[in-house]
Each structure stands twice: as C-alpha cells, then as structure tokens.
C-alpha cells in the first residue's frame, strides 16, 4: 500500500514548484511610492514595538501580536498613501474580525 502512494505523494509535492511563487499581497507588482509608503510603515516605531512583544514559543501571544502588527503596518500603510495623495489598492477594505 505504502509502495504506491508514495510516488503519488512525490508527484504531488513536486506541483508545488510550478506553482505561483509569491502570493503575498504585499509583494505583488508596487509603484515606487507604494513601496515607499511600505517601507516607512515597518520601519515606525509603533511596527518596530512589536518586535518586543512576540513570543515565537507561545502560539496564542504569537498569533495575536502578528495580528496586531499587521493591523499597524496597514494603518500606517493607508496614513501614508493618503498624506502623498494616493489611493489604496484594491478598492476593498478587509474585513476584520471581531
């Protein structure tokens, strides 16, 4: 039984290299001043604050700083396009969880 599936299992992680490589929103295609805006957020204080606070050994505190972080980073993101009269990509907000 093992000895047919694992080259069912060796073909199935070998899609993953043909794949998309970087599905990170954040990364997609950024004019200049997109960039700049993103790279003015993680570099704030109140972004670089979180580095003090995470715990990579416990998951909850974890997850919830990552959460808040990114919450930051966006604010600080959206503050600075809107001080150099740009709009937001995508049109949408995200929806935030409760």
Known sequence: MIGRALPLLVLLAGCGMFGPKN???AA???TAEQR???AEARGSPQYRAFDQ???PMNNVNWERVMAERQAVETRLYRDCLRARGLAMPGG???VRSR
Do not use: I, K
Request: with cysteine.
């Open 28 to 30: 997609m295609e950024l």
């Open 36 to 38: 700049e805006c993103r």
């Open 53 to 55: 606070q995470w715990n």
């Open 92 to 94: 949408v907000e995200a």
């Open 23 to 25: 599905t990170d929103p």
